[in-house]
């Protein structure tokens, strides 16, 4: 590798670490809130090592098993007395930074700005404790101008942010076509449009978009608008699965709360499980939660293909994770990370374990 290009890496990164752009799964319908709201606790209930455990998520159906597990209940019988301070956020390195700065403990987020707060503090402030969900991206266009995939070719299509794990799944996948796009400008073979999700639609009704590769409920949005699914991200990924949010904790929480930390973990491995066991249900449950948050409800047409389109379970997909790295560096967008000690899966093991369940892989990045 030449001198010139670690140091072209280095000024992407920073670049992006100067954007809001590590956004995984903010879209359609979910304006960014800091709720700070605490559940109640029952009366008498024993607290644990911590009075208060402060969590972070995004008004979006990719972190359903944060609105859900708040919105019933499940986290806080699991914490006892140890009262649940709630926020929302609407872009991952705002979620990052809030980590940081110990305004929240805990949080459900994308593997990019994962990788990407993991990274810039050299390892030091969070680990990634489980995973939450996956898939619930597509790429949907304009049945009139693309009608196959090689049709994609010389055509406008949006992701929402330069960088952000969409923008990189779909840069990944020209180049995989042989096509050439420069990841910076997005222009080449074709021209990469970075937009954010919440305007995606009326780009693309105004026809200044023929595209886009974006999460739910953006994907679902856009066919409601005549918009065709052309491809599910989830098919090019071994056995259809790749991470789209994980659980995050900060390190020094984790050391001094593991109770605390256990008692979370717990809370959404039973959420998983009653989403799982209650589809309809656990959908009405997490509409309910983002009318609270963003101020509307999510209309069924859009609700219901999104909803089928998402799996919540506890595995992490951690090889998932170190190939959407992979993929970055590839765009030039990353200089190669280590990524080595990223997950800590200890806490979620002995929880699965008590529950009956199999351990989960941290694909060997795992603490030591």
């Not at 049945?143 to 960088?163: C, F, H, S």
């Not at 009704?205 to 974006?214: E, R």
């Not at 990924?237 to 008692?263: C, G, M, R, Y």
Request: with cysteine; hydrophobic share 40%.
């Amino acid at each position: 590798m030449s001198a010139a290009r670690p140091l072209a890496a280095l000024r992407a990164l920073a670049a992006l670490a100067a954007l809001p752009l590590l956004l995984t799964a903010c879209g359609y319908g979910s304006e960014a809130t800091d709720g700070d709201k605490q559940t109640p606790v029952a009366a008498g209930a024993k607290k644990l090592s911590a009075d208060e455990v402060s969590i972070g998520y995004f008004p979006n159906l990719t972190h359903a098993t944060a609105l859900v597990g708040v919105q019933e209940g499940l986290f806080q019988k699991e914490l006892g007395g140890t009262t649940i301070k709630a926020s929302t956020f609407n872009a991952g390195p705002s979620e990052i930074e809030a980590l940081n700065a110990g305004s929240i403990d805990i949080g459900w987020i994308g593997p990019s700005p994962s990788i990407n707060g993991y990274t810039k503090s050299q390892g030091k402030n969070l680990r990634i404790i489980s995973g939450s969900a996956s898939g619930g991206v597509k790429l949907v266009v304009d049945p009139e101008k693309i009608k196959t995939l090689d049709d994609v070719k010389g055509k406008k299509i949006a992701t929402p942010q330069l960088g952000n794990t969409q923008d990189v799944a779909f840069l990944n996948w020209i180049a995989e076509k042989g096509w050439k796009v420069d990841a910076q400008s997005g222009k080449g073979d074709v021209s990469v449009v970075r937009t954010d999700n919440k305007i995606t639609p009326d780009a693309y009704k105004s026809g200044s978009i023929d595209g886009a590769w974006v999460p739910e409920p953006t994907a679902s949005k856009l066919v409601s608008e005549g918009a065709k699914v052309l491809l599910d991200e989830s098919t090019l990924w071994p056995d259809n699965k790749f991470v789209i949010t994980n659980i995050i904790v900060s390190q020094k929480f984790l050391k001094e709360h593991p109770d605390v930390v256990e008692a979370v973990l717990r809370g959404s491995v039973k959420t998983n499980e009653w989403i799982n066991a209650n589809p309809d249900k656990a959908k009405a449950s997490a509409n309910t939660a983002l009318k609270k948050l963003s101020g509307k409800a999510l209309p069924a047409d859009i609700l219901d293909p999104a909803w089928k389109s998402i799996a919540f379970l506890d595995d992490p997909l951690a090889a998932t994770l170190d190939t959407e790295a992979q993929h970055a560096v590839k765009a030039g967008l990353l200089d190669k990370p280590d990524l080595k000690g990223i997950y800590d899966l200890r806490p979620l093991d002995k929880v699965l374990k008590a529950a009956g369940k199999p351990e989960v892989s941290d694909a060997g990045l795992g603490v030591e």
